[in-house]
């Protein structure tokens, strides 16, 4: 029954839209309307502030940890885990409460890390923020992350649940930011648009 319960609840958790009700409730907007048009902490701290950004950010990273922690837990089958983890970054993406138009992932797939092994997380943030660095294009070095992830953990030495939660949050935030390939940045890490 857990094989099924699990990732519903991932799904679920995926799908709290922090972003939009943050930012709703602080200026009266939708955070999808301007910015990257996605439900994401660097489009609420462009209309709402970094204190609200930070509060978005916490509590997607929560809505990543609690699912697959509770999968591990009371669970304890890898592919169970994996599952919950990838459902939670689905949610995220494509949440059923916001009309299928949500976040970009990464930091609710970056809480499944933090519930199963942390310095998972910090391997695989580590890559993303050389990618980054290198690339110079956020959304492309996210896709290059998604595929990267599960490799870099297995040449750590990390062959546990955390990198098959790699392999298949990996996808899903691989394809997820394939969407904004093409997208022009002014400020990287604030993800903006070039003025035209």
């Not at 030495?157 to 390939?181: E, P």
Request: charged share 10%.
């Amino acid at each position: 029954m857990s094989q099924f319960l699990f990732p519903i609840l991932g799904y679920l958790s995926g799908s709290l839209t922090f972003a939009i009700w943050v930012t709703r409730f602080v200026k009266g907007v939708d955070v999808r309307d301007s910015g990257s048009g996605h439900a994401t902490t660097t489009n609420t701290i462009r209309q709402a502030g970094f204190g609200w950004g930070a509060l978005v950010l916490f509590l997607d990273i929560a809505k990543g940890f609690i699912p697959t922690y509770l999968a591990s837990r009371y669970s304890g089958e890898i592919i169970v885990i994996a599952l919950t983890a990838a459902m939670v970054v689905m949610g995220h993406c494509w949440p059923v409460f916001a009309q299928f138009r949500g976040g970009m992932g990464l930091a609710s797939a970056g809480g499944a890390f933090l519930a199963v092994n942390p310095l998972a997380f910090l391997i695989c943030l580590a890559v993303l923020i050389l990618l980054v660095l290198v690339v110079r294009h956020s959304a492309r070095a996210s896709v290059f992350t998604g595929i990267l992830i599960a490799p870099a953990l297995w040449l750590f030495g990390i062959h546990d649940a955390a990198f098959w939660i790699a392999v298949s949050t990996g996808i899903v935030v691989a394809l997820r930011f394939l969407i904004d390939w093409n997208r022009q940045y002014r400020e990287l890490w604030l993800d903006r648009q070039k003025p035209e």
